[in-house]
């Protein structure tokens, strides 16, 4: 375990810093730099005024604006009681990885969800459907953003794989979880807020296997349901919660001791304008303030990974089982390969 604590130190002290800030750079890098000082050390950075050109950042302030543009357009809308939507949740006396009820609506009823205008109470809705949604269901505003980042293709080799829009109030909530991909995450209106962990930090985050379940809405009834999957599937997740509420905090703080007692996370705020650079296989966590009319829209490029001698070495350390994390009340370690696509 000491060793794994020196790698932490070491990775801050060689490249990261450690004052669990975003390096932030206050316009576009070259392709050069930033896959010198970025891409290449797996490091974090915020671009401000990346985006300033986008017509996006004026027009998509106007609900009016975005009603007439997807008039005609259904979107993915997925529905929790309370926001975590891919998070653990209780379910008959221990945790289980719940997934949204997702339902396909027009636009405009969606975005009436969302900003809580006819929303009961128990429902929270997040439009954050992961497949490329931004150029299928959300077509008609194409034109309102750059269809890549330019000196992220450059740097990168390649054109994104996906484009995904996400809209959100201020519950909806991202739990901690890790993608295999290059990320450039771009907030148009209202702001994120992003916890940062390394990805030679996996120790901390304490993955496990959880078993999958599903939340259903009842219309009719305004009552979700969480049933587990049948057949039983498992789903290895981040344990940690780093805001628990103030029921579950001594819970949070000694069955985690690793992430509540280590270093802090890097953690960053996101505004319009504003482009994140998060690297592959690190861990996030995601918040939102919405703007005035209460929603956080944010678009982001997702970019292949190269699975090269960097990812190696992280499964192998992930695979290296620490004695002394001690789990009572935890399912057991994961050892193989973790993605967050569940
Ligand atoms: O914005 C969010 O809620 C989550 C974003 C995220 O997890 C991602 O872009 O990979």
């Given at each position: ?98 997934s949204a009820h997702v339902q396909r609506m027009p636009f405009t009823e969606a975005l009436g ?230």
């Amino acid at each position: 375990m000491e060793e794994i604590e020196t790698l932490w130190k070491e990775v801050r002290e060689l490249s990261l810093g450690d004052s669990g800030r975003v390096d932030r750079l206050e316009c576009p890098p070259t392709p050069l730099q930033f896959l010198r000082d970025f891409v290449c050390q797996n490091k974090p950075c915020i671009i401000s005024n990346a985006t300033l050109h986008w017509p996006a950042l004026s027009s998509w302030t106007h609900d009016s604006y975005l009603t007439g543009a997807l008039s005609s357009a259904d979107v993915s809308l997925h529905l929790t009681p309370h926001g975590q939507a891919d998070a653990l949740v209780p379910l008959d006396g221990s945790l289980c990885f719940s997934s949204a009820h997702v339902q396909r609506m027009p636009f405009t009823e969606a975005l009436g969800l969302i900003t809580n205008n006819e929303s009961p109470s128990k429902l929270v809705a997040y439009a954050q459907q992961q497949n490329n949604c931004f150029l299928s269901e959300y077509s008609a505003l194409a034109a309102d953003c750059d269809p890549h980042i330019p000196w992220a293709s450059e740097a990168l080799g390649c054109l994104p794989d996906a484009v995904n829009m996400w809209i959100g109030n201020h519950l909806s909530t991202t739990s901690f979880h890790k993608d295999h991909y290059e990320n450039l995450y771009a907030v148009v209106t209202g702001q994120k807020h992003f916890l940062l962990l390394p990805p030679t930090d996996v120790h901390r985050m304490y993955i496990r296997m959880y078993p999958a379940a599903q939340y259903s809405y009842s219309h009719a009834t305004g009552e979700f349901t969480l049933e587990l999957e049948k057949p039983d599937r498992y789903v290895p997740w981040c344990s940690v919660d780093p805001y628990p509420s103030p029921e579950d905090r001594d819970k949070q703080l000694s069955n985690f001791p690793l992430y509540f007692d280590g270093p802090k996370p890097f953690s960053c705020t996101l505004n319009p304008g504003d482009i994140l650079y998060l690297p592959s296989m690190w861990f996030h966590h995601v918040r939102q303030s919405p703007d005035s009319r209460g929603r956080t829209i944010a678009v982001n490029y997702w970019y292949d990974m190269q699975f090269d001698i960097k990812y190696a070495y992280f499964n192998f350390l992930q695979s290296i089982h620490c004695l002394s994390i001690k789990t009572p009340t935890l399912p057991v370690t994961v050892h193989e390969d973790l993605d967050s696509d569940a």
